[in-house]
């Protein structure tokens, strides 16, 4: 089946520097790729919606300079978490889509958890 | 907006007992609903999804019926097995679920004893 790749899974860094997150369409290419955000014991938030070659639609109340998304490729889309505070801890979830008129499911990513201290 | 609400958890079962995670949700229009699924240590995964009303999607021995008269996707199971243990995730779709982003409910912790 589709196979989404998450890297890194977990990364703890100090306050004021720039966390990059991957995420790999492994045996597929995708067109769109959604970039979501869990808080503990909450639902998954979408932060913001990439399609490859052009810029990311970003949810309400999400900061563009904040969370840069670039999807350069059908198969590639990162997440940069620019001068990241503890506030910005959290997990962070890929998903990505084949095509997205053609009625198909996410294939979700294995999450990243991101701790700034 | 859109938005999705589901049981608290966590929930406990004995192996073989009856299933049900309920969840209802307010949208407009007519969304697509799903339930995912993770796993202890894995990613999300699509158990079952209904894309218009009175649609029962199924996978698995679980089972849910998209309910427009009541807004609800309940998840059912009639016998519950200690590898169903996992977090289980409702969500919608204002689309098929591929162009636009899922809005999901809390989750719900199912843990089942042998």
């Known amino acids: 089946g589709a196979v989404v790749s998450q890297h890194p899974s977990w990364v703890i860094c100090k306050s004021g520097t720039s966390v990059k997150i991957e995420c790999r369409s492994l045996d597929f290419q995708a067109t769109t790729m959604f970039w979501y ?3 503990p014991k909450q639902s998954l938030m979408l932060m913001a919606t990439s399609n490859e070659g052009s810029k990311a639609t970003y949810e309400q109340g999400v900061e563009k300079d904040k969370f840069l ?7 590639l889309s990162t997440l940069t978490v620019t001068s ?11 998903s990505a889509v084949t095509d997205e008129y053609s009625n198909q499911p996410q294939h979700f990513g294995d999450g990243t958890r991101l701790s700034i201290l | ?26 949208a407009t229009g007519y969304p697509s609903l799903f339930w995912y699924v993770q796993y202890p240590g894995e990613g999300l995964q699509l158990l079952l999804k209904a894309t218009k009303a009175d649609d029962k999607g199924s996978n698995k021995g679980f ?52």
């Open chain 2, 63 to 114: 089972e849910a019926t998209y309910r427009k008269e009541t807004t609800s996707f309940h998840l059912e199971k009639g016998s519950v097995q200690v590898s169903d243990s996992a977090v289980y995730f409702c969500a919608l779709s204002d689309s098929g679920g591929g162009a636009d982003g899922l809005t999901f409910g809390k989750g719900t912790h199912l843990i089942i004893q042998p």
């Open chain 2, 1 to 26: 907006g859109d938005s999705v609400t589901q049981m608290e958890g966590p929930v406990t079962l004995s192996e073989e007992a009856f299933l049900t995670i309920n969840c209802t949700y307010t």
């Open chain 1, 84 to 94: 990241a505070h503890p506030e910005d801890s959290s997990f962070y979830i890929c």
């Open chain 1, 37 to 39: 955000r869990q808080f």
């Open chain 1, 69 to 75: 998304i670039n999807h350069a490729s059908l198969t």
